[in-house]
């Protein structure tokens, strides 16, 4: 693997090369600096004697090792990193005094932890789930952390009910079974008695709860936040990330299958496009409304279980990310980082979302158990690339030498500093927002539309996207074991539309509904992923492959595909070099034992003159797989005829090596990436 090309250094980068540690090379020393002449053998009394306790190396490096584990995070444990920056295209200055924000051109560090929710830290990665997208800009003016996920809206509408939600969705506690999976009675029993999730729900049993890759997902900061401009003029704002490779999602089955042949095939994808140089980009978009324009819409725009239409609230793209580094050392950074919604600079606030409200409490609590205490600001990983300074003092493993007698205001010691400054000098100042009303434990009547964005969601969706949702909630509610959770999941989503309760209730031995269903045609195209960007860039290939191979032609193939930015890699029987027909060799990658067809986008299929038995049948197990899967499949000289054994060499995406130009042929079927239309079953 190449190594990724020298990138921008940052303020952020230079500030963690000072912690940056190579030990390599180096003498081996306690922690205290002192050198060891031994480290294999702990202190005895007598070669077959006890171990002695003023063993301060072994006690040191014993004690070290058990204390290396952190609590993993509540939610959200199972997550990947990496470094980047963040360009704005134009200033936004009529909208923000947000500094990022406000000037063409600059450029911001940022820091992206992407993860499931539900799972545990070792959990596997392509379970339906929603996938966190956390974003930590190191600006000039502090921390900004847009802490978001891959889908624009949540279960809940107020945060008082975010440890319920979170306890119906985790392994069930009497046996600690499903790992990673809402596929489980206790969730669906949450569903049923709190018909708010309906929404959430319905992007969960869609194709965007399996994503492709960490690369080809969208990002959304989910709740109505606030801009405010130098005059104090507020405006309300959500924000949505966009990959400029579009948003791309596995098959159930391959996902469930992807989850035993590579459990990290999220994480080792963003790693591997990395280190190779393909960055990952993400256009920042912003839709924003008037305060006074806030009571115009059919929904409450304070209510986290709704989206804005981007046909009604248009979309502007106001910058774009890349993230070209990965982290040195997954613990000191991704393990480490803290998010917090409530990180947050000069010129963007809040709105009061009640699920919005509740999360400036949780994250910085969190934060005091899993890292252990008041001080993780302090952390390489966590500091901002401003200066800070303040009188808050001591803790656990603090990092920070405060010099002087006093740390306390006011103080004419220090002639009253460190001090808050004036709005104009950059000083943070809350948004004077008009408050009145009653103190009350309640849920705005605003908020009690459950279905009708449901239903535009299922609205917007194409056939295969429609089919996909109902075999989800078949899976779903079919490992259900209680039939009167089956039952009411049928009912409550009737309120979605009743073709799709009644497809759902025939799989699910519930007595399908006859009335009932929504009044609701309204239509958003942008939900559909399959209005997205498609490209052949970064897929990747599988190439099966064997001596005697017609290498004249062949590697011209793979050369182009690699100009166009297709990956791929050589399987064959065994591992080694592979020599064509003319002499050329090729790499093996990996074998039919150490791949698998569902780790591919793509299957070129070549094989050679003389293969064997066992490199037929592989070769014919990932062309069907492949093909099962609706992906491409590309085939020429021997491999053509295993097409043929299959009979499907005139279905869609099946390129073989009648045509002309083939290598254009099957580029173009891989940048269609799935081919729905085609027969599979
Ligand atoms: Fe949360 C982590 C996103 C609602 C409480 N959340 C966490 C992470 C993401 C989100 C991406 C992982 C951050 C990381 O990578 O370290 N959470 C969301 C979104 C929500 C949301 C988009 C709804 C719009 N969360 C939410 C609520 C609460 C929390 C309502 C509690 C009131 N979330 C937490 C947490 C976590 C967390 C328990 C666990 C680890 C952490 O914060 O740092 O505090």
Known sequence: MTKQPEVNKNSKDEQLEQYRVDDSGKSLTTNQGLKMAEDEFSLKAGERGPTLLEDFHFREKMTHFDHERIPERVVHARGYAAHGVFETYDSLEHLTKAKFLSEKGKKTPVFVRFSTVAGSKGSAETVRDLRGFATKFYTEEGNYDLVGNNVPVFFIQDAIKFPDFVHAVKPEPHNEMPQAASAHDTLWDFVINNQETAHTMMWLMSDRAIPRSFRMMDGFGVHAFRFINAEGKSHFVKFSWKSTLGTHSLVWDEAQKISGKDPDFNRRDLYDSIEQGDFPEWE???????????????????????????????????????????????????????????????????????????????????????????????????????????????????????????????????????????????????????????????????????????????????????????????????????????????EMFTNVNLEMAQAIAKNIGVTPPTTGGSAVTKVSPALSIDNTIKSAATRKVGVLIDTGFNDAEVLKILEKLKTEGVQYEVVSEMQGKLE???????????????????????????????????????????????????????????GQKWLETAGIESQPGIIGSNHADFATAFIKAIAAHRHWDRQVE
């Open 284 to 490: 920042l978009g912003v839709q924003i409304v008037a305060e006074e324009d806030e009571y115009k819409f059919d929904f409450d725009l304070l209510d986290a279980t709704k989206l804005w239409p981007q046909e009604e609230i248009p979309m502007q793209m106001v910058g774009k990310m890349t993230l070209n580094r990965n982290v040195d050392n997954v613990f000191a950074e991704t393990e480490q980082v803290a998010f917090h919604p409530g990180h947050v600079v000069p010129g963007i606030d809040f709105s009061n979302d009640p699920l919005l409200q509740g999360r400036l409490f949780s994250y910085t609590d969190t934060q005091l158990l899993r890292l252990n205490g008041p001080n993780f600001h302090e952390l390489p990983i966590n500091r901002p690339v401003c200066p800070f300074h303040n009188n808050q003092r001591d803790g656990f493993g603090r990092q920070s030498i405060n010099k002087g007698r006093v740390a306390y205001q006011k103080s004419s010691f220090t002639n009253n500093t460190p001090a808050p400054v004036s709005e104009a000098e950059g000083g943070y100042s809350h948004y004077q927002e008009k408050m009145e009303g009653r103190k009350v434990r309640a849920r705005s009547e605003s908020f009690k539309d459950h279905f009708s964005q449901a239903t535009m969601f299922w609205n917007s969706m194409t056939e295969p996207e429609r089919k996909h949702i109902i075999e989800a909630f078949s899976f779903e509610l079919g490992k259900c074991q209680e039939i009167w959770i089956r039952e009411g999941a049928i």
């Open 580 to 638: 064509g027909s003319s002499g050329k060799k090729l790499e093996v990658d990996h074998t039919f034992t150490t791949t698998d067809p569902v780790l591919y986008d793509a299957i070129y299929a070549v094989g050679g003159p003389d293969v064997s038995k066992k490199f037929a049948k592989e070769a014919a197990r990932f062309i069907g797989e492949a093909f099962d899967h609706y992906k491409p499949i590309g085939a020429t000289h021997d």
